[in-house]
């Protein structure tokens, strides 16, 4: 059962079931480039587990009465860290023999886009764009941080970003909103070799069906994240005309 959408679902991400997605979407995107590659490439799974701290909010301070003769201890909130475990998924083009890694292609989630996490990413990606490595960033979620640019993004709710190694001062963006579909991604190997092509319309819509998301998701409810008044109430009328 394809999903109601032209393009990305916006109700994977506002209940939950983005962490699942991703993990598939990667391995498809994956399959397609292995599909589609050169003989001399080959596309790789990369993984890695880190530690994410969560804090809790801190609560007020009380402060002593100073007039008091007596000085005693006054009780507040001590901040308490909760460390989380995340397992970070992204894919690598090498070419062959020396496995040369060529281009990194990162599918954001939810913890590379806010907090500790957040800043744990852009460690990463600074170091990616100081290599001869392309970067392509495929962020494909309304919530969290935009990735920092040089300039304004252009307007969209969704935004695939290519730095190719030869151009590092450029980045070809593309941004579309929750209305459109998704585009086809150019991804750039290693010169004189010509790029290829990763069809993310097709790979998005084979991992929707083959996670069985249309009987899971609510598509009545209300679409929990923070886009346009009027792409909110769009979505949500989209989604109701929808049956499984």
């Not at 151009?167 to 209305?179: E, H, I, P, T």
Request: proline share 9%.
């Amino acid at each position: 059962m394809p999903s109601p959408f032209p393009g990305i679902d916006p109700y994977l991400e506002s209940q939950g079931y983005w962490p699942d997605f991703h993990a598939s979407l990667t391995t498809y995107c994956r399959d397609a480039l292995n599909d589609v590659l050169p003989e001399s490439y080959e596309a790789r799974l990369g993984e890695q587990l880190r530690l994410v701290e969560r804090r809790e909010p801190q609560g007020r301070t009380v402060l002593p009465d100073v007039s008091a003769l007596t000085l005693e201890p006054v009780t507040i909130d001590l901040p308490v860290e909760e460390i989380e475990e995340v397992r970070d998924l992204w894919i690598e083009i090498r070419h062959r023999p020396d496995r040369d890694l060529v281009t990194a292609i990162e599918i954001l989630s939810p913890t590379t886009k806010q907090g500790e996490g957040y800043w744990q990413y852009q460690t990463k990606r600074r170091s990616l764009i100081c290599q001869k490595v392309h970067l392509v960033e495929l962020d494909l979620l309304v919530r969290g941080q935009r990735l920092p640019m040089g300039q304004d993004l252009p307007a969209g709710d969704f935004f695939a970003f290519v730095s190719r190694a030869d151009r590092r001062s450029k980045c070809d963006v593309y941004a579309w909103s929750v209305r459109h579909c998704l585009p086809n991604i150019r991804v750039p190997l290693r010169l004189p070799d010509p790029d290829v092509i990763l069809e993310l319309p097709v790979i998005f819509a084979l991992g929707y069906d083959r996670g069985r998301y249309a009987r899971a998701l609510d598509y009545a409810a209300p679409l929990d994240l923070p886009l346009a008044a009027v792409d909110r109430a769009w979505a949500e009328e989209h989604a109701r005309a929808f049956r499984p």
